[in-house]
C-alpha cells in the first residue's frame, strides 16, 4: 500500500515543494452553484489577476455540479432514503499537522474499516454516479504528491471529510482558504456549538447526508479524519453516541511551523488571493486557542471506552505498540490481523523520516506561552533545542 513515505527536511519557513500543475483541480470545482456564489459574494469576488483562470473555471463547473448533486438524487432516491450510516464511526482528532493522515492511513490498512476517498470529498454532491469515471480517466489531473509533505495523492486516497461539508454548503473554516485577505482572522465554523441553530441544523444534516452516501457506496465501519472535528466533540456524539474517537498529538514545536507551511502551500496553490497572507500567524493562534478550548470542554464527556490518546512521535517511534494500544483501548479486536499489515510495511517504517524545523527564540518564546497548557496536557518538554 506504501503508505509511509520519506519526507524532505524544511526550514522552517518552507523549502520544499509547493509545485501544483496549473491543470489540477483546486477544492472549489467540486462546489454547486449556491455554495460557489455565495462565497463568492461574501468576499466580494476580490480575485486576483493572475487567478481569473480559477474564477471561471470553477464557475463554469459549479452548474455540472448541482445538475450532477440532482440527478444524484434521483437515481439514488429509494436508497438515500432508506440507507443509515454506521451508528459507531471512528473520529480520528488532532490539531493540523500533528499526525492526523499518517493516523488515517494506518487505519486504512485494516480491510474492516472504510474512509471516504479524495474525490468523494471532492465531488459529494454526485461522486455515486460520476466516481468510476474519474478514477479511469481522471488520474492524470492530480500530482503524484501533496505540495505541501510529499504525501501520496490521487482520487483514491484517504481525505478529509471537511473538504466534503465546505463543498456541500455547510459552514467551514476551509471556505478562508480560497480568499485569506477578505476572511476574517476569526476561525469560522470551527467551534459549531457557535452557529445559530440554523446553520448548526445545516451542518449536521450534511454531515449525515454525506455519511449516508458513503454508506450506499460501501457499508463498512467508517472511519473519519479532520482536524476540525477536534472542537466538535458535542455535536458528534449527540449525532453518533456509540463514536469513538482517537486523538493524537504532537509537540508544539512542529505544529506551528508546519501548520504555518501548510497554509501557505494552500493558499499558493489553491486560493483566488496571490499575495502572501500578513495575518497567517494570528489565524493559527485563533484556531488553536478555539480547538483546544472546545476540546478540554467536551472531552471529558466521551465515555472512557470510546477514547484513546496517542502521541505522533510514538506512533513513528513504535508503530505497531501504538496501534496496539488504540485497538485495546478501543476494544476494536483482531488486532493480529492489523499487526500483519502493519509488519508488511516493516521496511518502509524502518525508513520513515519526519520533517524538521529550526525555529528562532523568538517564535520558541510565542509557542511556550500560547500552548502551554498543550505541552502539559499532553506531556511535553516545554524547552527546545531549537530543532525539532
Known amino acids: 500500500m506504501g503508505i509511509f513515505r520519506q519526507r524532505k527536511r524544511v526550514q522552517l519557513e518552507g523549502g520544499g515543494d509547493t509545485a501544483y500543475p496549473w491543470y489540477s483541480p483546486k477544492f472549489w470545482h467540486g462546489m454547486g452553484a449556491v455554495t460557489w456564489l455565495g462565497l463568492l459574494a461574501e468576499n466580494r469576488a476580490f480575485v486576483s489577476p493572475s487567478r481569473l483562470r480559477i474564477l471561471l473555471t470553477v464557475s463554469a463547473l459549479c452548474g455540472f455540479n448541482s445538475f450532477g448533486r440532482l440527478i444524484t438524487d434521483w437515481l439514488y432516491r429509494q436508497k438515500i432514503s432508506s440507507t443509515k450510516p454506521p451508528s459507531d464511526p471512528i473520529f480520528i482528532i488532532g490539531h493540523w499537522r500533528s499526525g492526523t493522515t499518517l493516523l488515517h492511513e494506518l487505519m486504512m490498512l485494516d480491510e474492516r474499516f472504510t474512509t471516504p476517498n479524495t474525490y468523494q470529498c471532492f465531488a459529494p454532491g454526485h461522486f455515486l454516479v460520476t466516481e468510476s469515471f474519474f478514477h479511469r480517466f481522471g488520474g492524470w489531473l492530480l500530482p503524484n ?166 502521541r505522533y512521535e510514538d506512533l513513528v517511534e513504535n508503530t505497531i505498540q501504538c496501534m496496539g494500544k488504540v485497538y485495546d483501548e478501543l476494544d476494536l479486536d483482531n488486532f493480529e490481523n492489523m499487526e500483519l499489515a502493519l509488519k508488511a510495511q516493516d521496511h518502509e517504517l524502518k525508513n520513515y523520516q519526519t520533517n524538521t524545523y529550526k525555529l528562532d527564540p523568538q517564535l520558541e518564546t510565542l509557542i511556550a506561552s500560547e500552548f502551554r497548557k498543550y505541552f502539559e496536557c499532553n506531556g511535553y518538554e516545554s524547552k527546545s533545542s531549537h530543532t525539532v
Open 145 to 310: 504528491r501533496r505540495p505541501i509533505d510529499n504525501v501520496k495523492a490521487g482520487w483514491d486516497r484517504p481525505q478529509e471529510d471537511e473538504f466534503a461539508l465546505m463543498n456541500l454548503g455547510a459552514p467551514s473554516p476551509y471556505r478562508r482558504i480560497a480568499f485569506p485577505h477578505t476572511s476574517s482572522v476569526k476561525p469560522e465554523a470551527l467551534d459549531i456549538t457557535k452557529l445559530n441553530q440554523r446553520d448548526l441544523g445545516r451542518w449536521k444534516k450534511t454531515l449525515y447526508s454525506f455519511l449516508v452516501r458513503l454508506s450506499i457506496k460501501d457499508n463498512r465501519r467508517q472511519v473519519l479524519k479532520s482536524p476540525t472535528h477536534t472542537a466538535r466533540i458535542k455535536i458528534l456524539l449527540e449525532m453518533f453516541p456509540r463514536a469513538k474517537f482517537i486523538h493524537i498529538s504532537r509537540t508544539p514545536y512542529a505544529i506551528f511551523p508546519s501548520t504555518r507551511r501548510l497554509w501557505q502551500a494552500l493558499h499558493a496553490t489553491q486560493s483566488l488571493q496571490q499575495k502572501p497572507d500578513p495575518r497567517l500567524d494570528s489565524y493559527i493562534l485563533s484556531c488553536f486557542r478555539e480547538m483546544q478550548t472546545a476540546f478540554d470542554r467536551d472531552k471529558s464527556t466521551i465515555p472512557a471506552e470510546q477514547y484513546c490518546s496517542i
